[in-house]
């Protein structure tokens, strides 16, 4: 029986042949105090080693076993943009482009602030840098699961971005702004994904660009605290983005979390205020942001929670749109095995039962069976809080160690007791059914 599955399986994964090789590639991690030079020169080996391994799923790390490396790297990512994130892969052929071996070491650290004079003496922290790659933001990508292709589409599209602008194409002809705006309801990955795709993008173009510097703008603070300045203040503020993108071997990401704070509609007016300050300000980022647009090291990452109050002038500018929503069950499912992976790790959960990965439905053991259950019942919500729910049901028996029984008995209690209205036959809201965007999707 158990070889029939196996069997079923195999056939259901990806054959991986030398034709799509080509946009395979190999994110290879570094361990502290190794040399990435040295490195660098067995990539070879690197690349023949993992066709040798039997549970390959795209974008999923794993360590590998050859006694040359295995104290060297720390873990290796393999990550195919043609190919669904999480799915089995079978690697026939050997031929990996060892220029699509990326070698990288992570910084450790807290993230720099930076902050702008707001005159009187005054300054505010205007935005937060971190040097990338940096391991706060390594693991992100792939515990971040979502329904649709977005990784996939995101990567490839923002990575042909940054390329065509490399070769310098005419803007006039292929208008490229280099900004994309994810929007949706709160806490369902957006600015995540925006951290994870900067660490990517970084690890790919290591040989294009020696450096890059994730800038995170703290929107909102800027804006409600000095009003009528932020005109003003955007503009110290780009200044400072436009003085990191002027090293031309520095790719540059900007992150505006909240857009919709500086550019409330031109029509509306924020908290009571006078509607010629937003009008100001709304001014003030795009002239702004059209003048970055001219940086082709740059590449603007917005997000936003109200997409109806975003300003026209400015949506339009988005090289790329996307609505982020609530996960399904399959994705929350998917958000479960990453958090129970890691309490089995850590020995919390009895590491004795594996779970199925999603990709194998509906071939899954009696326990994931269960799991996709519960998962149904929390449907319509934020994966934040779907990601606290198996720590609470961790916290509801004060033992050191579970039985998988006994995780997934407190969880059902966790779910019946923080979310009673998501058990069966509850009515979901129109907005937590919404599956599409108010703003038409560009096709990617
Ligand atoms: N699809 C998902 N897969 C895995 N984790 C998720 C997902 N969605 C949200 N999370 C987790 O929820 C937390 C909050 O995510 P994040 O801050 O990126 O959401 P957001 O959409 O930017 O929210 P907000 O708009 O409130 O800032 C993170 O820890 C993230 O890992």
Known sequence: MVAVNDLVQKLNAVSISAEITSSLHLEVRIKKGASKHEIEKLKELIASSVTSIEDLYNWRSFGLTHPDLKDIIDQVMIGCSNTPDGQKMVIESTNIPISNVHVYNVREGDALATSVETGDSESSVASHHWQLPCKEFDDIWENLI?????????????????????????????????????????????????????????????????????????????????????????????????????????????????????????????????????LRSVNAVLTQMDKIRRLKNVLVLTTSNITEALDEAFVDRADVNRYVGHPSEYAIYGIWLTVIKELQRVDIIDQSIALSPVSSFPRFNEYSQKLLVLASHCRGISGRTIRKLPVLAYSRLSLDHLTMDQFLHNLEAVINEKIPAKLPGHNQTAYEDKTTSTIPEVPL
């Open 146 to 278: 979502f329904d649709d292709n977005i990784k996939n589409d995101l990567l490839s599209f923002v990575y042909a971005l940054l390329k065509l602008s490399d070769r310098g194409t005419n803007s006039n002809i292929i208008a490229v702004n280099r900004m994309i705006l994810l929007h949706g309801p709160p806490g369902t990955g957006k600015t995540s994904l925006c951290k994870a795709l900067a660490q990517r993008l970084t690890v790919r173009l290591s040989n294009r660009y020696k450096r890059s510097i994730f800038i995170e703008v703290n929107s909102h603070s800027l804006f409600s605290k000095w009003f009528a300045e932020s005109g003003k203040l955007i503009m110290k503020l780009f200044e400072q983005i436009e003085e990191c993108a002027s090293d031309a071997h520095q790719l540059v990401f900007v992150l505006i979390d909240e857009v919709e704070s500086l550019t409330i509609g031109r029509t509306s007016s924020y908290k009571g205020n006078d509607p010629s300050d937003a």
